[in-house]
C-alpha cells in the first residue's frame, strides 16, 4: 500500500542541523507532491514546506525561509528535510506528508508516522 | 500573516451533532481540508475540497462551505470521534495555513 516512512528520533544541540528522511513506497514517487509539517509539544500543526519530486522544485513557509532545505532522491524514492541553526522552539515531531492528487491540491493523505526532534543542550 | 482561525474546543453527547467552524479571508477562492488527530498518532485526513469525503471516512463526518467560513459536521458522535481536528487553506500565494485547532470532547 502506499506509505511514508520516516528516519527515527534525534537529538541536536542548539546551532546544530537535522535531517529527517521520508520514504515512499507503494506508488509512482515522481507524480505526487511531498510535504513537511511538524508539531511542537501540545501544540498545532506547521506547514514548513513542499516539494515536486518530478523536477526538485521546493517551496518554503516564509517563516523558515533560510532555515529549511527539502531534497529528493529519485532512485530511493526518499525526500530529505534539513533544518539549520537548531533553537528550543523547534522541538517537535515532524511529518511528511503525500497529496492525495497527482495535481496537488486534493489534501495531505498519507502521511508518515512521525519524527520527533529535540533541540537540548 | 494569513490566519485561520477556529474555536479552541468543542463538546458534546454522545449521539449528538458536532460541529466545527473555520474562517479566513480567503475561503471563497480556495479549498479547504479537515484533519483529525487523535493523541499520539499522526494527522488524518477526513475532508478534502470543502465537502469531498476520502475512503473509509464514515459517513456521519461532512463538510460544508459558505462564504469565509468552513463548517465540519460529525452527525451521531461517538467516543472514537473525540481527537483534535485541523483546518487547513491556502493563503493568496498557494502557501498552506493551518488553523489552531479545535479539540472535540464526547462527554
Known amino acids: 500500500q502506499e506509505q511514508l516512512v520516516q528516519s527515527g528520533a534525534e537529538v541536536k544541540k542548539p546551532g546544530a542541523s537535522v535531517n529527517v528522511s521520508c520514504k515512499a513506497s507503494?506508488?509512482?514517487?515522481?507524480?505526487?507532491?511531498i510535504y513537511w509539517v511538524r508539531q511542537a509539544p501540545g501544540q498545532g500543526l506547521e506547514w514548513m514546506g513542499r516539494?515536486?519530486?518530478?523536477?526538485?522544485?521546493?517551496r518554503y513557509a516564509q517563516k523558515l525561509q533560510g532555515r529549511v532545505t527539502i531534497i529528493r532522491d529519485t532512485t530511493t524514492s526518499t525526500v530529505y528535510m534539513e533544518l539549520s541553526s537548531l533553537r528550543s522552539e523547534d522541538t517537535a515531531v515532524y511529518y511528511c506528508?503525500?497529496?492525495?492528487?497527482?495535481?496537488?491540491?486534493?489534501?495531505?493523505?498519507?502521511w508518515g508516522q512521525g519524527t520527533l526532534v529535540t533541540v537540548s543542550s | 500573516s494569513y490566519e485561520v482561525t477556529q474555536p479552541p474546543s468543542v463538546s458534546v453527547s454522545p449521539g449528538q451533532t458536532a460541529r466545527i467552524t473555520c474562517s479566513a479571508d480567503?475561503?471563497?477562492?480556495?479549498?479547504a481540508y479537515w484533519y483529525q488527530q487523535k493523541p499520539g498518532q499522526a494527522p488524518v485526513l477526513v475532508i478534502y475540497?470543502?465537502?469531498e469525503r476520502p475512503s473509509g471516512i464514515p459517513e456521519r463526518i461532512s463538510g460544508s462551505s459558505s462564504g469565509t467560513t468552513v463548517t465540519l459536521t460529525i452527525s451521531g458522535v461517538q467516543a472514537e470521534d473525540e481527537a483534535d481536528y485541523y483546518c487547513q487553506s491556502a493563503d493568496s500565494s498557494g502557501a498552506w495555513v493551518f488553523g489552531g485547532g479545535t479539540k472535540l470532547t464526547v462527554v
Open positions: 506528508a503525500r497529496d492525495r492528487d497527482e495535481g496537488g491540491s486534493g489534501g495531505f493523505d498519507p
Open positions: 507503494g506508488y509512482t514517487f515522481s507524480s505526487y507532491y
Open positions: 480567503s475561503l471563497p477562492k480556495q479549498y
Open positions: 475540497k470543502d465537502s
Open positions: 516539494i515536486n519530486p518530478s523536477g526538485g522544485s521546493a
